[in-house]
């Protein structure tokens, strides 16, 4: 299995949260591949712009080249793929995640309820 990580999903793993659940550890030991988005970085840069990043989620940015995971670029099709999915989730970058692991085939690892209803691509807490 290829996964991809939601924002907080990432933070919490590298954070070593407990907030993390031991499905989701597990899911991430055991794909072939693990994958964090760039939007991801760029959605929590925004926020440490901004004075509203948590020092763990400041930790994630600083952490990411010695991490194992595999950085996903945007691009070009992905933009277009959130074209076509319905409104049922109002964050950008949420939504980018989203077309992401719809156009790459990855399974998307969230909490989050709502982003669950997009796909079977979605991985369910």
Do not use: C
Request: hydrophobic letters at 45%.
């Amino acid at each position: 299995m290829r996964v991809l990580l939601d924002t907080h999903i990432y933070i919490w793993r590298v954070s070593r949260d407990r907030r993390l659940s031991a499905y989701f550890r597990d899911a991430i030991d055991d794909a072939k591949q693990v994958y964090i988005s760039a939007a991801s970085i760029w959605e929590l840069s925004i926020k440490s712009a901004r004075g509203k990043l948590e020092p763990d989620g400041e930790r994630a940015i600083d952490e990411l080249q010695s991490q194992p995971f595999i950085v996903l670029p945007v691009e070009l099709k992905h933009a277009k793929a959130v074209r076509n999915m319905p409104h049922l989730h109002r964050d950008p970058f949420d939504r980018v995640l989203v077309a992401q692991a719809l156009t790459e085939d990855l399974k998307l690892l969230t909490a989050d309820r709502e982003l669950r209803e997009y796909v079977r691509q979605v991985v369910p807490a």
